[in-house]
């Protein structure tokens, strides 16, 4: 297993080392000990999986304390950029972001830490999008901020006459106006 530094030191690309022959492959998704030995040292207690269509983008979601989640993100199948928006004010990198492509081919994933943002849009024809979260999902906890805000600068690599969004994610406020986590509390990482 290989881990990827980002632009942002706490968002981290994994790529697993896949065992293939003509029967297929194999690849660890997961190891305790191997994740934990590069920093990524998680309680997972969900995993969520969803199918999309071409053009669909999710995001940005985040939770609020104290239901705030870190998420290990891949693709099953298809290919996706993935995004993660660094929502720590008084963060040294606070409303930068990383994009990375993730696809059944290439099995990269995307660890994405509590006190971020995360969304991703679809580029094949469709995607299979599986994750883990550290905490539960709690409704109420959820928030959001608009994925085309052009203070983050986010080119999600579709065209806008081809988004397609829920109804939430066409109303999240701008950054400017999204409710941020405090970089020197702690709370938010309970």
């Given at each position: 297993?290989?881990?990827i530094n980002?632009?942002?030191?706490e968002?981290k690309?994994?790529v ?5 022959d003509e ?5 660890e ?5 191997k994740y ?5 040292d998680?309680?997972w ?5 969803s199918?999309?269509?071409s ?11 104290p ?5 290990l ?27 990375v ?7 990269y994933?995307?660890?994405?830490p ?8 679809v580029l094949s ?7 883990k ?15 085309n805000?052009?203070a983050l ?5 579709i ?7 829920s ?7 701008l950054?400017?106006d ?5 970089f ?7």
């Amino acid at each position: 297993m290989q881990v990827i530094n980002t632009d942002i030191e706490e968002v981290k690309i994994i790529v697993p080392d896949v065992f293939g022959d003509e029967r297929g492959y194999f690849f660890e998704s997961w190891n305790r000990e191997k994740y934990r030995n590069a920093g990524i040292d998680c309680n997972w207690v969900q995993d969520n999986e969803s199918r999309s269509r071409s053009g669909v983008l999710r995001g940005l979601h985040f939770q609020a304390a104290p239901y705030t989640q870190a998420k290990l993100v891949r693709v099953i199948s298809g290919t996706v950029l993935d995004v993660a928006v660094d929502i720590r004010k008084n963060s040294p990198t606070f409303g930068k972001h990383v994009a990375v492509e993730l696809s059944g081919e290439n099995k990269y994933q995307l660890f994405v830490p509590r006190g971020f943002a995360h969304g991703f849009a679809v580029l094949s024809e469709s995607a299979v999008f599986a994750y883990k979260c550290d905490n539960i999902y709690m409704p109420d906890h959820e928030r959001g901020i608009a994925f085309n805000d052009p203070a983050l600068q986010i080119d999600w690599r579709i065209s806008p006459e081809n988004y397609i969004l829920s109804e939430k994610d066409r109303h999240n406020p701008l950054f400017a106006d999204a409710e941020v986590f405090d970089f020197h509390r702690k709370d938010y990482l309970l």
